[in-house]
Antibody
């Protein structure tokens, strides 16, 4: 059973860079069967798709965040990462990493999720 | 980009009652399917339904998904105490960005 676990600072200052890592256990991120994704949820609000990365390194980003995003893979550690630059209070949210199934379609569903990590942007 | 709406925003029911949750997409792609997730306070979302009607592993058969095109439905045949939660729909099949609905909260009447 695959498990995902987010890690990173819980507090980031405005204008700085938010950096999170998702460690995957029980499965390999090199598997071609999945996209590795980030999704966030501000307190009391709904889910916002941030983006995803495939084992090849190909990425897809939310257009509303694209200019500030970088995602990467570290296959040696079985981890994938998210960086969001120039953060503001609007980036305060619980950040989830999740595994999206690769199907014959351009997108699909999320079969596994990390527990989430709260990131607060504040000085 | 698709916009999903869910109705009702809140559904107040008693244990044992039937819950019907609706999800509507602003447009339909050439391939359009739904997934449904359950989220309890302080927890990550949990996949219930994918492919519009397929139950995820371990999901009880009181959860049923249906629909196609732009209209999708999640039905919980008889609410158990553990079913009171927020439910999100997601439409997929087309190119990113992926979108989720705003959620329906099922609470105790």
């Amino acid at each position: 059973q695959v498990q995902l676990q987010e890690s990173g600072p819980g507090l980031v200052k405005p204008s700085q860079t938010l950096s999170l890592t998702c460690t995957v256990s029980g499965g390999s991120i090199s598997s071609g069967s999945y996209f590795w994704s980030w999704i966030r949820q501000p307190a009391g609000k709904g889910l916002e798709w941030i983006g995803r990365i495939y084992t090849s390194g190909t990425t897809n980003y939310n257009p509303s965040l694209k200019s500030r995003l970088t995602m990467s893979l570290d296959t040696s550690k079985n981890q994938f990462s998210l960086k969001v630059t120039s953060v503001t209070a609007a980036d305060t949210a619980v950040y989830y990493c999740a595994r999206e199934e690769v199907t014959g379609y351009s997108s699909s569903w999320y079969s596994s999720w990390g527990q989430g990590t709260l990131v607060t942007v504040s000085s | 980009e698709y916009v999903l709406t869910q109705s009702p925003g809140t559904l107040s029911l008693s244990p044992g009652e039937r819950a019907t949750l609706s999800c509507r997409a602003s447009q339909s792609g050439s391939s359009s399917y739904s997934a449904w997730y359950q989220q309890k306070p302080g927890q990550a979302p949990r996949l219930l339904i994918y492919g519009s009607s397929s139950r995820a592993t371990g999901i009880p058969d009181r959860f049923t998904g249906s629909g196609s095109g732009t209209d999708f439905t999640l039905t919980i045949s008889r609410l158990e105490p553990e079913d009171f939660a927020v439910y999100y729909c997601q439409q997929y099949g087309s190119s990113p960005p992926l979108t989720f609905g705003p959620g329906t909260k099922v609470d105790v009447k």
